[in-house]
């Protein structure tokens, strides 16, 4: 599934995914965003991995000094930048999330959500260990995916997509168990407390994982 992301789900075909989502997922999507602002204080630097076509990096812009969006898809990075509209404090880069191009400690607060861990298909401790890196002592990460009793939702909203023939028709045989399979490769899978538990145990970092509007698993990281 490599480059799925930044060819056939780019730019204005990932911004429609997101206009049909139902009301349970748009609740889902804006308390993952509300979790973040949380965490943002007016003089803070963030990172957001993935930043697709804008819809995080928006409410980011308007809450912090500085804001850095980085996504392998160029269209829609030029489509985030339209989607934000004149920000001074905004940053737009074509990169790999697992193999960041910035200096270690750079960011006061680095997010990965809307289970971007799993949909970026890269090594998942590669990718932790490159967030941990460019962010500042004391500075936060915040990686989501998703809950499991969110199950029924989220496959309903997948559905939706490949009925619209965003993504391919979902492989029914194969989907269950917090994966869902489409017919032509794309493969969203999950990642549970006891995985963000093992990821973080690997660079010897304890996160608090939580649950966020019964639909989000959110794994919190203060580096040392």
């Known amino acids: 599934m490599p480059g799925y992301y930044a060819d056939r789900l780019a730019g204005e075909r990932l911004r429609d995914c997101y206009a049909l989502a139902p009301p349970r997922v748009r609740a889902y999507l804006e308390a993952e965003i509300a979790f973040v602002l949380e965490r943002i204080t007016p003089e803070m630097q963030v990172l957001e991995l993935g930043c697709g076509y804008g819809r995080v990096l928006r409410p980011l812009v308007a809450a912090a000094r500085s804001v850095t969006g980085i996504d392998t898809s160029e269209p829609s990075l030029r489509l985030a930048r339209e989607h934000v509209g004149p920000a001074p404090g905004l940053r737009?880069?074509?990169?790999?999330?697992?193999?960041?191009?910035?200096?270690?400690?750079?960011?006061?607060?680095?997010?990965?959500?809307?289970?971007g861990i799993s949909a970026f298909a890269v090594d998942q401790e590669r990718l932790l260990a490159e967030a941990v890196?460019?962010?500042?002592?004391?500075?936060?990460?915040?990686?989501?995916?998703?809950?499991?009793?969110?199950w029924e939702d989220r496959l309903a909203w997948f559905e939706a997509q490949a009925a619209h023939g965003l993504i391919g028709p979902i492989d029914r045989e194969a989907t269950g168990d917090g994966v869902i399979v489409c017919r032509d490769g794309f493969r969203a899978t999950t990642v549970d407390a006891a995985r963000f538990t093992l990821l973080a145990a690997r660079l010897g970092l304890v996160p608090r994982v939580q649950e966020v509007a019964g639909a989000?698993?959110?794994?919190?990281?203060?580096?040392?």
């Open 92 to 115: 737009l880069a074509a990169m790999d999330a697992a193999g960041l191009a910035f200096r270690d400690r750079s960011f006061d607060l680095t997010a990965c959500i809307q289970n």
């Open 216 to 224: 989000s698993l959110f794994c919190e990281l203060v580096v040392p």
């Open 133 to 150: 890196r460019v962010t500042r002592a004391g500075g936060r990460v915040l990686f989501s995916s998703y809950a499991e009793r969110f």
